[in-house]
């Protein structure tokens, strides 16, 4: 319940930090290559991607997925 509280409040609070076209792109192309990563069942490098992804462009699924990845640990 903690995590998911502190998941939405970084929802709510994240700023966007895209600065262009050329960002959201990398950090959708970040995003896709974390999903076939998983699917691979490669949680380490899925999630490295992720965290990358967010970075770029903190969305609300990049930022579930890295939820995800923290529960795992």
Not at 59 to 66: C, E, N, P, W
Request: hydrophobic content about 50%; aromatic content about 4%; overall charge positive.
């Amino acid at each position: 319940m903690i995590r998911r509280a502190a998941l939405l409040s970084l929802l709510v609070a994240a700023p966007a930090r895209a600065e262009g076209p050329a960002v959201g792109a990398q950090a959708e192309a970040l995003f896709e290559r974390g999903r076939a990563l998983l699917a691979d069942g490669q949680w380490d490098a899925a999630c490295e991607k992720f965290r990358a992804s967010v970075a770029l462009e903190p969305t609300a699924s990049s930022l579930i997925k890295v939820a995800r990845c923290d529960e795992r640990a």
